[in-house]
């Protein structure tokens, strides 16, 4: 909300704080031009999202986790230091560099974590790196209130703060290990690789999984090196990428973005005090946390085709209720102003609960494992440009369309949930074998699909 504010201060003059929750909607040009700054941190991810597979092959995942470590200190630092500079362009320039850092870490960090869990615990883990997502954003919520960072000279240290989990990160990361697939396969080191499933599995009984490991090295050597062009020419795989796409893009077209990122300025909107809408963001942010932590036992559960489709289903019928409640309560129904904000509350819970994770899982489990990260890539390029374009559209046409902006959302969850309950098969519980065996419609089609 300040970073917001400090923008307009250097673009235009001076507008309090009461009038900043309105100026945007006053002002179409100035209203363009946040959203076109405020999607660089997009764009940085979309750009590093093309890059992040070489860095991974060429540096390992531990080092690629350096790389960008280092990008993301140097853009928090040039952000915080936009302020002392008097420069709109370093906040626009420091947000590029960690979008940069962000678009590779989000693919980086699930691939790692896949690579370093035995398929039992799989699914619940995947969920792992949205649990500390969401940690991240109570922390920066809390300390952004009035009576802590949220001030006009203080939301500069509140940015710095980011950099206290990757400086941990650095720290920690040395006696982490290597991935044992990794190890096996690129380094070809496999008493490092052995090592490694020993500290990770906490036995030394790692014969079999290390053996499956080296069979799946010797069927890959044989093949030809791979690439996310290449990959398309397999219609089972294209068929598998084409559901990890549409599962992202319904994920980031859902809504959540403009909801998420722009709900305290939601809550000001229905008639809410600035503190009502702080405190209102930071209950949003933990129902995040705990319906993640749920969605983690639900994602084993339930399965992921399940989770996924209830979880459409339901962000499209609160999202709905939401449009209703705000135009009755411009109307003057006061109390739909509170229906609004339940809305809000219970579309990121049922949200947390299946598609904020399991589109993330679904790359390890619909394609091979040479394929992986190939997948995992596509993941990643699929969810920035979502983010871009979410994050540009939604200030532009929120001026002209008010609250029918998220009719548009409505309709792209329509879409993708209808393609996911067509296509996706379950993969809980599956291997690789089984789950494509599905998908070549060797199952008895539909109906084997459905029931996973």
Aim: glycine share 8%; net charge positive.
């Amino acid at each position: 909300m300040f970073v917001k504010m400090y923008f307009i201060k250097t673009r235009c003059k001076h507008y309090s704080e009461e009038e900043e929750t309105n100026i945007l909607g006053d002002n179409p040009e100035l209203n363009t031009f946040w959203a076109i700054s405020s999607s660089f941190l997009n764009v940085g991810g979309l750009i590093s999202s093309f890059a992040c597979t070489a860095i991974a092959n060429k540096f390992g995942l531990k080092g690629a986790f350096y790389i960008l470590a280092a990008l993301y200190i140097t853009g928090t630092l040039t952000v915080c230091l936009a302020p002392l500079a008097g420069l709109f362009e370093m906040l626009v320039v420091g947000r590029t560099i960690i979008g940069l850092s962000l678009g590779s870490m989000c693919i980086i960090a699930p691939l790692y974590t896949a690579e370093l869990t035995p398929p039992s615990v799989r699914g619940a883990l995947g969920t792992l790196p949205i649990v500390t997502y969401v940690l991240g954003f109570i922390v920066a919520t809390s300390a952004g209130f009035p009576m802590a960072l949220g001030t006009e000279t203080g939301w500069p240290i509140l940015v710095g703060l980011g950099l206290i989990p990757i400086v941990l990160l650095c720290v920690l990361l040395p006696f982490c290990p290597d991935s044992p697939r990794r190890l096996l396969i690129k380094k070809q080191n496999k008493a490092a690789a052995e090592k490694a499933l020993r500290w990770l599995r906490k036995t030394s009984n790692v014969h079999d999984e290390l053996a499956a490991m080296q069979e799946d090295f010797a069927a890959e050597s044989g093949r030809p090196r791979v690439s996310l062009r290449s990959v398309f020419n397999d219609p089972i795989l294209r068929s598998g990428l084409t559901m990890v796409a549409v599962a992202m893009l319904a994920q980031q077209f859902s809504g959540y973005s403009a909801l998420s990122f722009y709900s305290t300025s939601i809550f000001s909107s229905i008639g809410m005090s600035r503190m009502d809408a702080n405190v209102t963001t930071l209950g949003l942010w933990v129902t995040y946390l705990i319906f993640s932590l749920i969605s983690m036992v639900l994602v084993e559960k339930s399965g992921r085709r399940t989770l996924l489709l209830w979880s459409h289903v339901l962000m499209m019928a609160t999202m709905t209720a939401l449009v209703i409640f705000m135009t009755l309560s411009k109307q003057g129904v006061t109390w739909t102003k509170y229906g609004s904000a339940a809305c809000v509350v219970m579309y990121i819970a049922v949200f947390a609960a299946g598609s904020a994770s399991v589109p993330w899982i679904l790359p390890s489990e619909l394609v091979t494992a040479e394929f992986r990260a190939s997948a995992m890539q596509l993941a990643g390029l699929m969810s920035w440009s979502g983010a871009l374009i979410v994050t540009f559209i939604f200030p532009v046409l929120v001026t002209s369309l008010h609250e029918y902006v998220f009719l548009v959302f409505i309709g792209c969850g329509v879409v993708g949930t209808g393609y996911i309950f067509m296509k996706l098969p379950e993969t809980k519980g599956k291997t690789i074998e089984e789950i494509q065996a599905v998908m070549r419609g060797n199952r008895g089609g539909r109906r084997s699909v459905a029931r996973g």
